[in-house]
């Protein structure tokens, strides 16, 4: 399994009650910080049930310094939310011929997307390349009240 490991780099943020932790986990790319709201991930909050629960929200497209939109992916492998979002979460997946790495790194992992199916799906892959995880898109962003 994929570590899940403290923060590397902390912000908090008013989030309101969108559902995830007032913690924000920082990536990299090319050897550098990328800025939180760019692209994050957050645990989901226990009031909410959804502790399990791992969001990665991203400025879309990702490399586009104007990225008009967001997505939300979820690392939600025992199925809280599987009514928000395209597809399941699993942690034994293949990636896809023409998935490519977008150069984010966290302590996560690498986050790779497929052109074939990053609508539906982001792939986070374990330093060494032998896990790979599905990550499901949502189909709006989540949040709990």
């Known amino acids: 399994m994929i570590r899940r490991s403290a923060p590397v780099v902390a912000l908090a943020l008013v989030l309101g009650a969108c559902g995830v932790d007032s913690t924000s986990h920082a990536w990299e790319k090319d050897g550098e910080q990328v800025d939180l709201d760019k692209i994050a991930y957050n645990r989901g909050v226990e009031h909410c049930g959804w502790q399990d629960v791992t969001f990665l929200d991203m400025d879309w497209p990702p490399d586009d310094p104007a990225a008009p939109s967001r997505r939300q992916y979820l690392w939600d492998p025992k199925g809280i ?65």
């Open 81 to 145: 939310l599987d009514d928000r979002t395209l597809t399941d979460s699993t942690d034994d997946a293949e990636l896809p011929g023409d998935a490519r790495f977008t150069g984010y790194s966290s302590d996560l992992g690498e986050l790779w997307l497929a052109p074939s199916d990053q609508d539906t799906r982001a792939y986070l892959v374990s330093e060494d390349g032998d896990e790979v995880e599905t990550w499901g898109r949502t189909d709006r962003t989540v949040g709990c009240d």
